[in-house]
C-alpha cells in the first residue's frame, strides 16, 4: 500500500469512497457513520487518547451517501503536527451499529518550504 504524503501545517483533502468488500460495488451509507483517526502507530487503546487527528463522518458530510462518497478533509491546524511517519484508518459504523471494515493506511508528514503561517 502507498504511503500518503501530507504537508506539515497545510490542508489536506481526498476522495473517499466505500465499497462492498465482496461484489466491489459503491455502499450506501445513508445513516452511517464513519470514523477517521490517525496515530504514531496502531494500539489497543479502546479510547484512542494517542490519536494525533480524529474526525467523524456521517450524513452531514457526505459528498453521495447512496454512492458510498465522502471526502476526507485536513486542515491546516489538524496537520500541525511533527514531521514523521504515523498511520491512519477509517472504521465504519454501519446503520445496525456493528462495527464494520478497517482500511488502514500509513502517512508520512514532511515539511515544506515556507513555515511562516500568515
Known sequence: MAVITIG???????NVQITNTQTG????????KIYFTMKCS??????????LIQK?????????ASTGQFQLKLDPEDTQIPFGDYIFDFKTIPVDNQQGSTLNQPVKVVGTATNKIK
Do not use: A, C, M, V
Open 42 to 51: 496502531s494500539d489497543t487503546d479502546s479510547t484512542d487518547s494517542k490519536s
Open 56 to 64: 467523524l463522518y456521517d450524513d452531514n458530510n457526505f459528498t453521495d
Open 8 to 14: 506539515r501545517g497545510l490542508s489536506y483533502i481526498r
Open 25 to 32: 460495488q459503491p455502499e450506501d451509507i445513508t445513516g452511517w
